[in-house]
């Protein structure tokens, strides 16, 4: 986690946030070859009829969960530090967060909290049971069944954790950062008459990212139209690095 927050440079003028993502994407996908063997252990055993406890593997996979999901819920619960914090130059356009006085309404992040707490909690339950059978090992008969059912429940937690870092992997729009909500944000903004080019991604799971054209009609003031559409994105998406070019409306832009 510590390597996300160096400082960005200008080869890596977005920082490496990214690291921490990548660093969820190798976990989940260990704790998954962890998980395919225990269960390919498990049905050797159900089939051969010869049972071993295996609990403390077990163990370990479920805690092994449980720390994934706690990083992510660490993660996510940082505030978002906005881009370019003490580095890389801003570019027009982007401004401060620091500045702007209402706290973050941001419904992705917190969509991604509420979700990884919820599997944090799952993950939490497989563990209490994995420790039973640990220090109960009388019911190892159970153990290789329970071991199946462990897996899926395992599975079942940190499969959602791969889907949103592949979906930040892939510059895919953040859960809970609605394409046309952001879009109605934007024409909400007086002296906007049209937008294109607008594009949702995240920097990490709890950064989300929108750059976009903004187009204003010719009475419009372009700074006013900036600080309100920037203070309207950070308040209602929680949105701390919006790129906007503002331009001139234009019949054929549509
Ligand atoms: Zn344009």
Same mark, same amino acid.
């Given at each position: 986690?510590?390597?996300? $927050?160096?400082?960005?440079?200008? +080869? ?8 921490? +993502? ?14 395919? !063997? ?21 163990? !370990?996979?479920?805690?092994? @969960? ?14 978002? @530090? ?5 580095? %890389? ?40 049971? !994995? ?11 159970? =153990?290789?069944? /329970? ?12 499969? +959602? ?23 109605? $944000? ?25 750059? %976009?054209?903004?187009?204003? =009609? %010719?009475?419009?003031?372009? =700074? /006013?139209?900036?600080?309100?559409? +920037?203070?309207?994105?950070? !308040? ?19």
């Amino acid at each position: 986690l510590r390597i996300s $927050t160096r400082a960005p440079t200008k +080869t890596m003028s977005f920082g490496w946030h990214r690291s921490e +993502t990548l660093g969820a994407l190798a976990s989940v996908l260990s704790i998954w070859v962890v998980t395919g !063997a225990l269960v390919y252990l498990a049905a050797a055993r159900i089939i051969s009829n010869d049972y071993e406890i295996e609990a403390r593997a077990m163990l !370990a996979t479920s805690a092994g @969960a449980v720390g994934v999901n706690l990083v992510m819920a660490h993660i996510l619960h940082q505030t978002p @530090a906005g881009c370019g914090v003490g580095g %890389a130059e801003r570019l027009g356009g982007s401004r401060d967060p620091r500045d702007l006085p209402t706290q973050p309404g941001s419904a992705s992040v917190r969509a991604a909290f509420v979700h990884v707490v919820g599997d944090l909690l799952q993950s939490l339950g497989v563990l209490a049971a !994995a420790t039973i059978i640990y220090a109960k090992p009388q019911y190892k008969i159970a =153990d290789p069944i /329970s071991t199946l059912f462990f897996s899926v429940f395992v599975l079942g937690s940190t499969i +959602t954790i791969l889907k949103d870092v592949l979906r930040v992997l892939m510059e895919g729009a953040p859960r809970g950062l609605e394409f046309d909500a952001v879009k109605a $944000t934007l024409l909400g903004v007086s002296g906007v008459q049209g937008t294109h080019d607008l594009h949702l991604w995240a920097l990490t799971l709890g950064q989300p990212v929108v750059s %976009a054209h903004v187009a204003i =009609d %010719a009475s419009a003031d372009p =700074d /006013s139209v900036l600080r309100e559409a +920037t203070a309207q994105l950070w !308040a209602r998406f929680g949105v701390t690095c919006c790129t906007l070019q503002v331009e001139r409306y234009q019949e054929e832009m549509g």
